[in-house]
């Protein structure tokens, strides 16, 4: 195993972590990134900034039910951050 491969593995879970985060976006925003594909007049930059549609009852209802999904989201991020900072860490010392 070389020095590479824990980041590697760390860099793909982080690849995971944004599919998922974008999958539990995807229900607020204004228009689906699905439709980005049918759409070809906006711009990338139009589509990265995220507009949220109005808060409705249907939308709070999603919420609270992928509440903890959220949650566990965030909290996948923070230990794969630390990780990778130990890894750049070992790196630099080693």
């Given amino acids: 195993m070389d020095n590479n491969t824990p980041l590697r593995i760390l860099n793909n879970s982080a690849k995971h972590l ?3 985060s974008k999958r539990l ?3 607020f925003l204004k228009e689906s990134p699905h439709r980005r594909e049918l759409d070809t007049e906006k711009s990338d930059r139009e589509f990265l900034r ?3 549609a109005s808060m409705t009852l249907r939308r709070r209802y999603i919420w609270l039910r992928s509440e ?3 949650v566990t989201l ?5 230990r794969i951050q630390t990780r990778r ?3 750049d860490s070992d790196n630099v010392l080693s």
């Avoid at 965030?74 to 923070?78: L, P």
């Fill in 25 to 27: 976006e995807e229900p």
């Fill in 18 to 20: 944004v599919r998922d």
């Fill in 50 to 52: 995220g507009d949220y």
């Fill in 68 to 70: 903890d999904e959220v």
């Fill in 85 to 87: 900072i130990a890894c």
């Fill in 74 to 78: 965030a909290t996948r991020v923070n």
